[in-house]
């Protein structure tokens, strides 16, 4: 813990922050940034993950706040989805706290590796959806179904998160026969309610280092 004193920590928190925000409002994978520079700082990995949650807030916010209007035109789906995303957040930050130091470090070479591939498929997956959605009207699907799979996704995304707008756009790309853009929409207020809700959690655990939780969501 003793790298958190220097200026130099905290600008290498900070620029990873920033790099992380603009990287969500685009395509997800900001953690894949943030954790790694939180744990070379000397924070252990839990602590640096329930950090990095609280912290990247902010950026969930801003591009929520940025797509509101398409958001907010797809008030049936959220009344299913938002529900969905908040218990899976919040059952993935529990499973965070519960699974304990040891178990979470020796998970995190693999939790890099598939967000890792996450993003690899993230641009296929987007091409996907387009072309689903290309000359079809939008259409209802079954909004039980949808929320159950939306919550699998949350679950992950209170545990680890990155990656996570990669299976949600995934996953409302199978439900939803929509255009891109209302999708990109609707998984930014998904991912913003998984995070929150993880955040909110992990808030009363007392494994937050606030100092750089902080900086980071400043930047």
């Given at each position: 813990m003793e790298?958190?004193?220097?200026?130099?920590?905290?600008?290498?928190?900070?620029?990873a922050a920033?790099?992380?925000?603009?990287i969500?409002?685009?395509?997800?994978?900001?953690t894949?940034i943030?954790?790694?520079a939180l744990?070379?700082?000397?924070?252990?990995p839990?602590?640096a993950n329930v950090?990095n949650?609280v912290a990247?807030c902010?950026?969930y916010?801003?591009?929520?706040?940025?797509?509101?209007a398409?958001?907010?035109a797809?008030?049936e789906?959220?009344?299913?989805?938002?529900?969905?995303?908040?218990?899976?957040?919040?059952?993935?930050g529990?499973l965070?706290?519960?699974?304990?130091?040891r178990l979470?470090?020796?998970?995190?070479?693999f939790?890099?590796?598939?967000?890792?591939?996450?993003l690899a498929?993230g641009?296929?997956v987007?091409r996907?959806?387009?072309?689903?959605?290309?000359?079809?009207?939008?259409?209802?699907?079954?909004?039980?179904?949808?929320a159950?799979?939306?919550?699998?996704?949350a679950?992950?995304?209170?545990?680890?998160g990155?990656?996570l707008s990669?299976?949600?756009?995934?996953v409302?790309?199978?439900?939803?026969?929509?255009?891109?853009?209302?999708?990109n929409?609707?998984k930014?207020?998904?991912?913003?309610c998984?995070?929150?809700?993880?955040?909110?959690y992990?808030?009363f655990s007392?494994?937050?280092?606030w100092?750089?939780?902080?900086?980071?969501?400043?930047?």
């Amino acid at each position: 813990m003793e790298a958190l004193n220097g200026w130099e920590g905290y600008a290498l928190m900070a620029g990873a922050a920033l790099l992380a925000g603009m990287i969500n409002a685009l395509a997800g994978g900001g953690t894949l940034i943030t954790f790694p520079a939180l744990v070379a700082l000397g924070i252990p990995p839990v602590a640096a993950n329930v950090t990095n949650t609280v912290a990247l807030c902010p950026g969930y916010l801003g591009a929520t706040l940025a797509s509101w209007a398409e958001i907010k035109a797809q008030k049936e789906r959220l009344l299913w989805l938002i529900p969905a995303s908040i218990l899976g957040g919040l059952l993935g930050g529990a499973l965070l706290l519960l699974s304990g130091e040891r178990l979470f470090r020796s998970l995190v070479p693999f939790l890099i590796l598939l967000a890792s591939l996450l993003l690899a498929v993230g641009e296929p997956v987007k091409r996907w959806a387009a072309r689903r959605a290309a000359g079809k009207p939008a259409v209802r699907a079954a909004g039980l179904l949808a929320a159950l799979a939306v919550g699998l996704a949350a679950v992950y995304g209170g545990y680890f998160g990155a990656g996570l707008s990669v299976i949600v756009l995934a996953v409302l790309g199978i439900a939803f026969n929509d255009s891109l853009t209302r999708l990109n929409a609707l998984k930014q207020a998904v991912a913003l309610c998984v995070n929150l809700a993880a955040a909110i959690y992990f808030v009363f655990s007392g494994r937050v280092v606030w100092l750089a939780a902080a900086v980071m969501a400043l930047a």
